[in-house]
């Protein structure tokens, strides 16, 4: 005689659309133990209810993801001659709620990079392959005014030079000098801004990708 919520292997397949084989081989693993079957041998027959909760339980993600995606398990189930097995209620998943811990774990790990970063300064600063923005700053324009004082300095020995060479007087080719000097010393000075701006921002990009590493 039939048991009510049962179906024979092939009936239980297409119910969960897979093949006999596959059933077969599920009651061989052990995934449909015996309290999922009623009968005994080729003629026992899978209980539906049990089976497919029982599948749901021990199949493993990866089957699940991959060959398992077609095997239907949250269908309504097939009714029998005398029985419509039950659904198996699912666990309805409710959206994860922003709680203080999630935010004081984010602040942790906001202090913990701000750390590291400053750890990372610190190192380059200390190999002498980086060095705070400001000095940089400060030891360029030191440099370029040095530069220019030099340069200034030198002026009436140019004037004279070239007085002397092409007979002008000195004083209106110092005079001339003078004026071409302060013009090289305004774009040289716009030169030296935009290479040290420069500069800070390429050192900030590599501390922030050593840090992302």
Known sequence: MQQPGTLTKAEFAAHINVSKARVSQLVKDGVIGPDCLAGEGRSARVIVARAVQEIRRKRDVGQSVGNGLTTRLDEAPVQTDAFVAEPIPTREVQP?????ED?????????????????AEEEETRRG???PTDAARVEMTQIAA?????????????????????????????????????????????RERRR????????????EEKNAA
């Open 103 to 119: 935010q004081i774990k984010r602040e942790k790990l906001a202090h913990q990079r701000m750390v590291n970063r400053r750890a």
């Open 196 to 207: 040290a701006a420069s500069l800070s921002a390429t050192e900030e990009v590599e501390i």
């Open 146 to 190: 040095t530069m220019m004082q030099i340069f200034e300095g030198a002026l009436p020995e140019f004037a004279t030079a070239i007085a002397g060479k092409f007979e002008l007087p000195q004083r209106d080719v110092l005079h001339e000098l003078k004026q071409v000097y302060r013009d090289v010393r305004k774009a040289a000075e716009a």
């Open 96 to 100: 994860r709620l922003d709680t203080v």
């Open 129 to 131: 392959s980086l060095m």
